[in-house]
């Protein structure tokens, strides 16, 4: 059994070192852009065969790349794979400091169902280029594009066909191509047709077309900032394929740029701080500190001013009421006996709410002149009987026994 085990372990050891193959070489060009395609294909060979027929065809597949040493890859490179089944690719534009030193990448396939591992090298060896970088370099943004469909050769080369119609340069090149999520871009809705978008640059030896110079004149400009797409020429020698957004283009000349442009950029430094020797931490015996400027900043200040506030508040609501008999004097006589005997009237219908079998309310009389506010003795006497008399019928008699005094426009007063 222990002998089975150890044969086990060894088949394992003998497989994994069987799967890592010589490294490949490539050789781009500096300020050309560079493209690698890591076919699912290449490595399903890796993997063992499983034992129904058509399942190797369907295994997931994904990739790992990384500059060997570094847990990343270079600033230049990107990869992109969009799902488990699809091929990934390494694309980006190397940068000419980098030509004559070799750079490794290493590249892990993991199989997601058997979860095995198979890893390459891949040995960039980036090439100097004599005309690089190329003065004249334009920027288009595709809007019915996503980067893999523009990284194919067969859709790049048509665009820089189609670009080279209009342009017409002796040399030109395909400097870098870039997703427009990575610029700040949106993630489309899952429409169909509804793609990211990508940047594409362009360089060439000869001066920008007449064509590519109309997105630079007022009358675009001004469509331009009204968010209306801008009248080209050439425009529709792309429309068929690529729907290019006239507004983003950017042509650059690099011959009228200074020392600010990318490829005289200085070299960036190692990332390791510059030694300046020991770290002398503070020492333990530290001053004491009086915080009784904070206390009283912190607590008395607020405390003061509150109490101020008090003060002025009860001030305001103790010290500043009128009283009752001042606001009596300052209330004119008659608005004083219609309030009494309105609280006379009041008191008598809550009275007469607790027993029907009273006598005549008053309320039910005028209690004093409207005009000069001399009370109005009641007519009848005290003991009056009314309480076997309904309230309407008592009105009604009264209305035959009193008459109630009337106004007369000579100002006097008749009974």
């Known amino acids: 059994m222990f002998a089975s085990a150890i044969s086990i372990w060894m088949a394992i050891v003998v497989t994994i070192l069987s799967r890592s193959h010589a490294d490949r070489n490539v050789y781009p060009s500096a300020g050309v852009l560079f493209v690698h395609v890591l076919e699912r294909e290449h490595f399903k060979g890796e993997f063992p065969p499983y034992p129904k027929s058509g399942d190797a065809t369907s295994d ?17 490179l990107r990869y992109i794979q969009r799902t488990t089944h699809s091929d990934g690719v390494l694309y980006g534009s190397p940068i000419g400091r980098h030509a004559g030193k070799p750079t490794v990448i290493e590249i892990t396939a993991y199989n997601r169902r058997s979860f095995e591992t198979a890893r390459h090298n891949l040995v960039i060896n980036i090439m100097g280029n004599e005309e690089y970088p190329l003065p004249y370099q334009a920027e288009f943004y595709i809007k019915n594009m996503n980067v893999e469909e523009m990284l194919a050769s067969e859709v790049l080369g048509d665009f820089l066909g189609a670009v080279k119609n209009v342009w017409q340069p002796e040399r030109l090149n395909a400097i870098n191509i870039t997703s427009a999520l990575d610029r700040g871009g949106r993630v489309p809705l899952p429409i169909n047709n509804l793609k990211e978008g990508v940047y594409v640059m362009v360089g060439a030896d000869a001066p920008f077309s007449s064509c590519l110079r109309e997105v630079e004149g007022p009358h675009n400009q001004l469509r331009c900032s009204q968010e209306m797409e801008p009248s080209i020429s050439c425009d ?16 650059v000349d690099i011959n009228k740029l200074g020392t600010g442009h990318s490829h005289n950029r200085p070299d960036p ?10 770290y002398n931490p503070p020492s333990e015996s530290l001053k004491s500190r009086d915080y009784y400027a904070d206390f009283l900043v912190t607590l008395a200040v607020p405390a003061a001013v509150a109490m101020v506030l008090f003060v002025i508040l009860g001030y305001t609501m103790c010290c500043r009421r009128e009283g009752v008999d001042k606001r009596n004097m300052q209330t004119p006589d008659i608005q004083l006996v219609h309030h009494s005997s309105i609280q006379k009237s009041s008191k008598e219908l809550r009275n007469m709410s607790k027993n029907r079998e009273i006598s005549w309310p008053l309320s039910t009389l005028p209690v004093f002149n409207p005009v000069s506010g001399e009370v109005v003795p009641p007519i009848h006497p005290d003991n009056y009987e009314t309480t076997s008399m309904p309230l309407m019928q008592a009105q009604t008699n009264l209305q035959n026994q ?4 009337q106004q007369r426009p000579s100002g006097k007063w008749y009974s």
Do not use: H
Request: charged letters at 20%; hydrophobic letters at 40%.
């Open 60 to 76: 997931p597949i994904t990739f790992n790349t990384n500059l060997m040493g570094y847990p990343d890859r270079p600033g230049w």
């Open 236 to 251: 529709k020698k792309f429309r068929a394929q690529f729907d290019i957004d006239w507004c983003k283009i950017s042509l």
């Open 269 to 278: 430094g190692t990332g390791i701080l510059a030694e300046v020797g020991e």
């Open 402 to 405: 009193i008459t109630i005094p």
